[in-house]
């Protein structure tokens, strides 16, 4: 899991601190969310069968629809985009799905959970074959010779092995170690369309080389010509088929503006007094929410993004005693506080909005409302109202999660500060919950399970009520 801590001020806590972990019985619950997999990926494909789709798996299909694996690529004719995608919504709203999310990047990945159990599954519809606008394979090419197994149909073998081969060299650079195996074995059984195959991408003499390295397990050889390959390929597209490959450029720009403009990831703010146990819930819902925002694109940070460096800020020792040292003059503390609305404005463009545009979840634990909360933490002598007038200007996270506890289980937990700052500090969390409109509770007093299913299901509830304003348009 990539976390990022933009602004020390504290170490993270370790897993286990705060709320502790609930021993349930994983074994079974796994079991029965792979129940649940197998209904929506059945449904799914005896759906578009009887619409008359034409579908096929790319990879990743040997254990389907037992097993999905992180999601599920699926390839249809660009005609029948559009249709797959609401064959595919009706079809997981009638067994009790959700779509939740959806994101146009090469494929349109479309996201659905089960509100009982917050299970989640993606389903990427490949409608081309392409590289940054450039065509690797034909879509209709690879769906004529498609192969049917049971529900569903899967490209011919060297299609297949084609595609494992350069998508990931292509985009990366390097061939994915599981899929070196198939690749190499399918181009020993039959060269002669490995090499014709290739030959339309990059050229015969390129197309050779690749394959006899293939044939021996050479991918350090074939890595090295990824350079090659990605010129050869811009060079014969726009040689070959110039006005495809324009249209294509341009439908990609469109696409990257509109997720630009809307992206399709996702900002959560955890806030709760000392002791509510806001990292190891933060640990938790990074991992929960795992099949919908994958942790690799995601941030975790805290307090604020780090912009300005006045401090090496990541070298400080965890915080023991928040209100240890004397608050700043007013004015001191004004333009401190401006200082810090400047690096919550910048950090949110460079830090949070590259996430958001790869569909990542940016996760704070705190946020700029702890300076209206407790404002002695920051060593501020400023208002409330002046914090809330100043930062309502700045874009606001898409929820806010409190997690609250009867006082007395918060300092059971820590005892940072006086019980009567705990009390204190509780209430004014409560109170900023009832003010924010994106705002929820949740109850932080119960297992870490719990509480981590009850914030998910938040998190979900947020993004499905996103998602339909979305398609009401």
Same mark, same amino acid.
């Given at each position: 899991?990539?976390?990022?801590?933009?602004?020390?001020?504290?170490?993270?806590?370790?897993?286990?601190?705060?709320?502790?972990?609930?021993?349930?019985?994983?074994?079974?619950?796994?079991?029965?969310?792979?129940?649940?997999?197998?209904?929506?990926?059945?449904?799914?494909?005896?759906?578009?069968?009887?619409?008359?789709?034409?579908?096929?798996?790319?990879?990743?299909?040997?254990?389907?629809?037992?097993?999905?694996?992180?999601?599920?690529?699926?390839?249809?004719?660009?005609?029948?985009?559009?249709?797959?995608?609401?064959?595919?919504?009706?079809?997981?709203?009638?067994?009790?799905?959700?779509?939740?999310?959806?994101?146009?990047?090469?494929?349109?990945?479309?996201?659905?959970?089960?509100?009982?159990?917050?299970?989640?599954?993606?389903?990427?519809?490949?409608?081309?074959?392409?590289?940054?606008?450039?065509?690797?394979?034909?879509?209709?090419?690879?769906?004529?010779?498609?192969?049917?197994?049971?529900?569903?149909?899967?490209?011919?073998?060297?299609?297949?092995?084609?595609?494992?081969?350069?998508?990931?060299?292509?985009?990366?650079?390097?061939?994915?170690?599981?899929?070196?195996?198939?690749?190499?074995?399918?181009?020993?059984?039959?060269?002669?369309?490995?090499?014709?195959?290739?030959?339309?991408?990059?050229?015969?003499?390129?197309?050779?080389?690749?394959?006899?390295?293939?044939?021996?397990?050479?991918?350090?050889?074939?890595?090295?010509?990824?350079?090659?390959?990605?010129?050869?390929?811009?060079?014969? #597209? /726009?040689?070959?088929? &110039?006005?495809? *490959? +324009? %249209?294509? =450029?341009?439908? @990609?720009?469109?696409?990257?503006?509109? #997720? /630009?403009?809307?992206? &399709?990831?996702? *900002? +959560? %703010?955890? =806030?709760?007094? @000392?002791?509510?146990?806001?990292?190891?819930?933060?640990?938790?819902?990074?991992?929960?929410?795992?099949?919908?925002?994958?942790?690799?694109?995601?941030?975790?940070?805290?307090?604020?993004?780090?912009?300005?460096?006045?401090?090496?800020?990541?070298?400080?020792?965890?915080?023991?005693?928040?209100?240890?040292?004397?608050?700043?003059?007013?004015?001191?503390?004004?333009?401190?506080?401006?200082?810090?609305?400047?690096?919550?404005?910048?950090?949110?463009?460079?830090?949070?909005?590259?996430?958001?545009?790869?569909?990542?979840?940016?996760?704070?634990?705190?946020?700029?409302?702890?300076?209206?909360?407790?404002?002695?933490?920051?060593?501020?002598?400023?208002?409330?109202?002046?914090?809330?007038?100043?930062?309502?200007?700045?874009?606001?996270?898409?929820?806010?999660?409190?997690?609250?506890?009867?006082?007395?289980?918060?300092?059971?937990?820590?005892?940072?500060?006086?019980?009567?700052?705990?009390?204190?500090?509780?209430?004014?969390?409560?109170?900023?919950?009832?003010?924010?409109?994106?705002?929820?509770?949740?109850?932080?007093?119960?297992?870490?399970?719990?509480?981590?299913?009850?914030?998910?299901?938040?998190?979900?509830?947020?993004?499905?009520?996103?998602?339909?304003?979305?398609?009401?348009?």
């Amino acid at each position: 899991m990539t976390q990022q801590h933009l602004a020390s001020g504290k170490a993270p806590a370790a897993p286990g601190r705060g709320v502790q972990p609930h021993s349930g019985n994983e074994a079974e619950r796994r079991a029965s969310d792979a129940h649940d997999l197998t209904a929506l990926v059945t449904a799914a494909f005896e759906a578009w069968r009887r619409a008359g789709v034409e579908f096929l798996i790319l990879r990743n299909y040997e254990k389907l629809p037992r097993e999905t694996g992180n999601d599920i690529d699926v390839l249809v004719r660009s005609e029948q985009l559009a249709q797959a995608e609401a064959v595919l919504v009706s079809a997981g709203a009638q067994i009790g799905y959700v779509l939740h999310n959806r994101a146009e990047f090469s494929p349109v990945s479309l996201f659905f959970f089960h509100p009982e159990s917050c299970q989640q599954i993606q389903f990427d519809l490949f409608h081309c074959l392409n590289w940054r606008g450039f065509m690797l394979l034909k879509p209709e090419a690879v769906l004529v010779q498609r192969r049917q197994v049971g529900l569903f149909a899967i490209p011919q073998p060297t299609h297949e092995a084609v595609l494992n081969l350069v998508t990931r060299l292509i985009y990366h650079g390097r061939v994915r170690e599981k899929y070196k195996f198939g690749i190499a074995t399918v181009f020993r059984q039959d060269p002669a369309t490995a090499v014709a195959v290739l030959a339309e991408l990059f050229g015969q003499p390129l197309a050779q080389v690749v394959t006899q390295f293939a044939q021996s397990e050479a991918w350090a050889g074939i890595e090295k010509l990824a350079r090659a390959m990605r010129r050869q390929l811009v060079f014969r #597209r /726009l040689t070959r088929q &110039p006005i495809r *490959t +324009v %249209v294509s =450029l341009l439908r @990609d720009a469109k696409r990257l503006a509109g #997720r /630009l403009w809307k992206p &399709p990831g996702m *900002t +959560v %703010v955890l =806030l709760g007094a @000392d002791g509510c146990g806001k990292s190891s819930v933060a640990a938790g819902l990074m991992a929960s929410l795992r099949p919908t925002f994958n942790p690799g694109k995601g941030l975790h940070g805290h307090w604020k993004p780090m912009v300005l460096p006045l401090r090496r800020r990541a070298e400080r020792k965890p915080t023991t005693d928040p209100h240890a040292q004397p608050p700043r003059g007013r004015v001191a503390s004004i333009l401190v506080l401006v200082a810090h609305w400047l690096e919550y404005l910048v950090g949110e463009s460079i830090h949070f909005r590259p996430v958001l545009f790869r569909n990542g979840l940016v996760l704070m634990d705190r946020y700029h409302y702890d300076f209206a909360v407790d404002p002695r933490r920051y060593r501020l002598q400023v208002s409330p109202g002046l914090v809330q007038a100043l930062f309502r200007w700045l874009p606001s996270p898409d929820l806010v999660l409190v997690l609250d506890a009867p006082t007395e289980v918060l300092r059971a937990r820590k005892q940072e500060v006086p019980e009567p700052e705990t009390r204190r500090q509780r209430e004014a969390y409560r109170a900023l919950a009832e003010q924010l409109p994106n705002a929820k509770i949740v109850n932080c007093a119960q297992p870490l399970e719990a509480v981590v299913r009850e914030a998910t299901g938040y998190v979900l509830q947020y993004l499905a009520a996103r998602q339909a304003r979305c398609r009401k348009r």
